[in-house]
Structure formats: structure tokens, C-alpha cells
């Protein structure tokens, strides 16, 4: 059996009235459509995630489509620099 997760095509992450980050999830067994979910967040947790997911993508050119803030903010061994802000 594996499972997968992914983000659902078309539902963007949204804030909710009490300051938390909701982010759509589809989950999929063997293929097959298993259940919409949602990944709530606290703004520190989503902080530690982004800070997680910065290290991890690291030494990797960002694509041509990629955010701004991929684009613009690199990290590199314990020291960050911005880049392309006037």
C-alpha cells in the first residue's frame, strides 16, 4: 500500500480570523482519490516549515517559476544574504 500527499490543484493556502494557516492537502492510496484534508498551521509553525523547506531546497537554483521569495532570499551555511531588493 503507499500513500500519497499532495497539495490540491486550485486551493490556495488561506489565513483563517484566528491567525492560523490553513493548507489544502489531497491524500491518495495506491492511486486512488482517498480524502481532501487540511494541514493547519500556527504562524510559528509555519515559520519552522519555511525555515525547514529553505535549508532543504539550499544549493538548488530556483526555477523560473518559482515565488519571489525563492528567488530573491537564498541561505547558505548558517549565513543568509538578500539579493535584488533595491
Known amino acids: ?17 484566528d491567525d492560523r494557516l490553513i493548507l489544502p492537502l489531497r491524500l491518495t492510496r495506491n492511486s486512488d482519490q482517498t480524502a481532501d484534508t487540511e494541514l493547519t498551521l500556527t504562524p510559528a509553525e509555519a515559520e519552522h516549515l519555511h525555515a525547514a523547506l529553505c535549508r532543504a531546497l539550499d544549493g538548488h537554483p530556483a526555477p523560473p517559476s518559482g ?18 531588493r533595491t
Open 1 to 17: 500500500m503507499t500513500w500519497k500527499v499532495e497539495r490540491i490543484p486550485g486551493r490556495p493556502l488561506r489565513r483563517t480570523d
Open 67 to 84: 515565488p519571489d521569495c525563492r528567488q530573491s532570499v537564498q541561505v547558505s551555511s548558517g549565513t543568509a544574504r538578500v539579493t535584488g
